[in-house]
């Protein structure tokens, strides 16, 4: 329950803090005592600004998050005794939790003992983890390095074999004119911000998809009618529901923020995270798990004690309690907006624009969501127009269900795909979208039916319409099943397996459209200088959207098919490629600038750490012009329209001939 309020608490206080102030409200001074040969005394004294409190460790369970010291992460050969000893603290009664609270104000004190077991430390590390807090709330997580004999603290750089030495060095490419790297690093190009703006606009339609369903369509009266009647002005309950209406469009804009802070913390995170094979057989059996609740089998809801909870605080009054009201929403409508809203986390996490476009989506989703509360409080007598709840809105549900169930074995496939595991492919999973779309439109014809359905005497006109343009979709779909198709399915491009991904093994290469391909970097690069062509280095994935659209529906055109094929040696390297690992002699530790390790075993994590050591990108599809001496001939190009991308393999071209 806390955790709820505190995550909302801390995802908030991220975006406010950004605009509000630079500096960290706490100022950490460090000191150590010896008290034996084993033992030490570690104080922290803690200076904190004006308004703002430290919550104490031993603040009460059910409130806010209570401080935590402990050994750093991989810090180790002593042990802590017992917890850290305090400075005085406060105590206040907190309306919202119901308890009294223990916090630091202006400055606190803590003296945390250790013992050595390892006597031979000069140095050790400790981790605070702790929350503080204002009119809203931030998370404080740092580490602390004591000397304990008084000298210099030594920046640790981990050991490594000779052999990885050299394989770290080795990923550092000799380019040249690296300049054209940075053509377009400042400020996102048109097309990434038209991409945005798609992202923004789907999850705007998931917004109005969930604002139909039952979880949250009747709150529209009932929720607008309490702020115009408990307001004494008319125009204070406007001001009041516009501000409710922003509150729930903020939330689910905070949702997303933690990914930014996760991915500049390490820019492969989200790769690792969409990538990961059992990861996407977990979003498989969640939206599995979603599709069932849709159909009416079961009904997912959060414990009544959160929304119960947030209620109460929603009375304080204000700003706060409005704020509170927001939050309530957002509980009450779960079992609607959450199956929504994963399907939006995973499909985000999975495609290639990271936390930004994560971000333009739940910003599009919240937005859509709000709209309805601010616009009926501005014209509350439009409130008699909205249709009566009925069985139009458990019909919009099923068929949520519907794309639930497609869209889960999307990730189905993409960890066939990563895993190799053969079994999901291209033409199998074509035919399961087919009986699921075939099964959608019996529904809508009236022919099957769900738990909590009404039976339908009179199939309208409206539901005949949207069977049948659901039924053209499974007939489009059709030759995609077939050996040669006698129409290409664009749409699918993207979703389903790539086509050389297929049961009549139509090609043994493994490269997309049939082109000759390297999956190695050293090969291609040797054989690019054997025959004196340009390389195309094409970081891509077997779980990359965009990928899969790129090769499809621009590589195919034939003037960029062709260029590829006769002028460019393609190199495709795969960052998801984990499942297949390096040869015991090439498997290392790379040591990265902090002097942290990552093990680089898969080639997967080679041409990933490749990608981001030498292009300061970690996205896919990404592509590099190279010549065979290592020199950068244009700017990179991602995901694009086929004009730009063909005049971009025109212009590389160009420059490698001059």
């Not at 129409?487 to 459209?513: H, I, M, R, T």
């Not at 195309?536 to 062709?562: H, P, Q």
């Not at 997967?604 to 030498?614: D, H, I």
Request: net charge negative.
């Amino acid at each position: 329950m806390k955790r709820v309020f505190t995550l909302l608490l801390f995802i908030l206080g991220f975006s406010f803090a950004t605009f509000a102030q630079d500096d960290d409200p706490l100022e950490v001074e460090t000191s150590v005592k010896k008290i034996s040969d084993t033992e030490y005394d570690l104080i922290f004294t803690i200076f904190i600004e004006d308004d703002w409190h430290l919550y104490s460790q031993y603040n009460p369970k059910d409130a806010s998050l209570p401080m935590t010291i402990k050994p750093s992460v991989g810090d180790e050969g002593y042990t802590l005794v017992g917890k850290a000893v305090e400075s005085e603290t406060t105590t206040e009664y907190s309306e919202i939790w119901g308890v009294d609270e223990i916090f630091f104000t202006e400055e606190a004190t803590l003296t945390q003992r250790i013992k050595l077991d390892d006597t031979s430390l000069r140095q050790i590390s400790l981790n605070i983890d702790a929350q503080v807090c204002k009119e809203f709330c931030l998370p404080y997580d740092n580490d602390f390095t004591f000397s304990l004999d008084g000298g210099d603290i030594v920046e640790t750089v981990a050991e490594v074999s000779e052999t990885s030495k050299e394989l770290t060095s080795s990923l550092n490419l000799d380019l040249k004119n690296k300049e054209l790297l940075n053509a377009n690093v400042n400020g996102a190009t048109d097309e990434e911000k038209g991409n945005l703006f798609n992202i923004f606009l789907l999850g705007f339609l998931g917004g109005l998809i969930a604002f139909l369903t039952p979880c949250v369509f009747p709150l529209i009266p009932l929720t607008v009618s309490f702020f115009t009647k408990q307001s004494e002005k008319k125009s204070k309950g406007v001001t009041n529901s516009i501000l409710y209406g922003f509150f729930i469009a903020a939330i689910y804009v905070a949702l997303s923020l933690p990914f930014h802070f996760a991915d500049s913390l390490d820019p492969e995170i989200l790769n690792t995270i969409s990538t990961n094979m059992w990861l996407n057989i977990f979003f498989f059996i969640v939206l599995v798990f979603f599709a069932g609740s849709f159909f009416g089998f079961y009904s997912i809801t959060l414990p009544s004690s959160w929304s119960n909870k947030t209620d109460s605080a929603s009375g304080i009054g204000g700003i706060i309690g409005i704020f509170f009201m927001a939050v309530t929403l957002a509980i009450v409508s779960f079992s609607c907006t959450g199956p929504i809203l994963g399907s939006l986390l995973a499909g985000s996490l999975t495609s290639d624009g990271g936390p930004m476009q994560l971000t333009a989506g739940m910003g599009g989703f919240g937005v859509a969501l709000a709209l309805p509360f601010a616009f009926f409080a501005l014209f509350p007598k439009l409130l008699s127009a909205l249709p009566k709840s009925g069985f139009w809105m458990k019909a919009i549900t099923v068929m949520l269900g519907f794309i639930e169930l497609a869209l889960a074995f999307k990730f189905l496939s993409n960890a066939d795909l990563v895993g190799q595991w053969n079994f999901l492919k291209r033409e199998i999973f074509i035919g399961i979208w087919i009986l699921i779309t075939v099964l959608a439109a019996l529904f809508m014809f009236g022919v099957i039916k769900f738990p909590g359905g009404e039976k339908v005497r009179r199939v309208s006109g409206l539901r005949i319409v949207i069977g049948l343009a659901v039924l053209g979709f499974a007939v489009y779909m059709g030759p995609g099943v077939t050996q040669k198709p006698i129409w290409n399915q664009n749409l699918l491009s993207g979703f389903a397996p790539p086509q050389f991904y297929s049961v009549y093994e139509l090609q043994d290469n493994k490269c997309p459209l049939a082109l000759n391909c390297f999956k190695d970097f050293d090969e291609g690069m040797a054989y690019a200088k054997s025959v004196n062509k340009p390389v195309l280095l094409d970081f891509t994935g077997w779980a990359c959207v965009n990928c899969r659209k790129m090769e499809e529906n621009v590589w195919s055109e034939n003037n960029i098919y062709n260029t590829l094929k006769d002028d460019y040696v393609l190199i495709s390297l795969y960052v998801d490629d984990n499942e297949n690992t390096l040869p015991p002699e090439e498997q290392f530790d790379f040591v990265k600038p902090s002097g942290k390790i990552k093990k680089i075993r898969t080639y997967g994590e080679k041409w990933a750490t490749l990608q981001t050591v030498n292009f300061k990108n970690a996205s896919q599809p990404f592509y590099v012009q190279l010549s065979p001496e290592m020199e950068v001939l244009n700017s990179p190009q991602q995901y694009t329209d086929k004009l730009t991308y063909y005049n971009w393999l025109k212009e590389g071209l160009k420059n490698f001939k001059e």
